[in-house]
């Protein structure tokens, strides 16, 4: 999420080294445990943008996601927690007129949970590629302007694929905005594109281009890049650094972040 949605898989090369044992050795060596399934994410954002108001509404995310990620599937929960200041709900990463333009506001937004089945590498073509459901649930207060108390439903397809020194990879996806005579929205198609490069052996960088159809009859579709830094600092830790820019009135203007990943 989810405020500002990431519908990127963020490529991350993994380099470790091995050790070979001597085919004489009689010192019996016990099986590496299994990696642990589970880890955290925990995340700030903040954005602003006119949204085609008057005024712009900036936007402090602070984010938790608790992730279990099995070979072939992957289940996530995201609680956030906002801080709104100006007259626009965000609502799929745009924004809607429905608050006080000198308002604020802040407090829960609204929880995502999420599964993903992992298809794999796909011969011959070589591609990663998954399937994601993910359910945005009311838990904002809407009537501070929070959300909009309306159950969200997204469905998306990602793949990618690992060249030497470059991994592009792609998202298509539809959502399923719950709407009322408050909020009228649309159901509508959503997309990513881009790459991702290695530039030490911890730290991989990369871009994408972010296109989300308009969620409002007479409104803007939304587009966005983002360009984005991640580092492996050891086994268990990684930092993601990134920044946004927005090129229509549903987009917001510009927008930074970063988080720290902890696999247990």
Not at 44 to 73: C, F, H, K, M, R
Not at 167 to 176: E, I, K, M, Q
Not at 211 to 231: H, L, N, P, Y
Request: proline residues 6%; contains cysteine.
């Amino acid at each position: 999420m989810n405020t500002h949605r990431l519908p990127l898989c963020l490529a991350l090369t993994l380099c470790a080294s091995s050790a070979l044992l001597a085919q004489d050795s009689s010192v019996p060596v016990a099986p590496a445990p299994a990696p642990s399934p589970w880890r955290i994410d925990a995340l700030a954002n903040y954005s602003s943008g006119d949204y085609g108001l008057a005024q712009d509404t900036e936007v402090y995310v602070g984010l938790l996601n608790i992730v279990y990620d099995l070979p072939s599937w992957r289940f996530q929960a995201g609680i956030p927690v906002l801080h709104i200041e100006g007259p626009a709900t965000i609502v799929d990463g745009g924004g809607i007129a429905n608050r006080p333009p000198d308002s604020s506001e802040t407090g829960l937004g609204d929880v995502t949970l999420s599964g993903t089945y992992k298809f794999g590498t796909l011969t011959p073509a070589a591609l990663d590629t998954s399937f994601t459901t993910m359910v945005k649930l009311p838990t904002a207060d809407e009537d501070r302007g929070l959300g909009t108390g309306l159950v969200d439903t997204y469905v998306q397809f990602d793949v990618r694929r690992a060249y030497e020194h470059i991994t592009p990879f792609a998202t298509l996806g539809y959502r399923f905005l719950g709407n009322n005579n408050t909020y009228p929205l649309d159901d509508g198609f959503f997309a990513s594109v881009g790459a991702s490069t290695p530039v030490t052996q911890a730290t991989t960088v990369g871009a994408a281009l972010n296109w989300r159809e308009k969620i409002v009859a007479g409104g803007d579709d939304s587009v966005d890049t983002m360009v984005f830094s991640q580092t492996t600092l050891d086994e268990h830790w990684r930092v993601l650094v990134y920044g946004i820019a927005g090129f229509t009135d549903a987009a917001p203007d510009f927008g930074f972040g970063g988080g720290v990943t902890y696999k247990f």
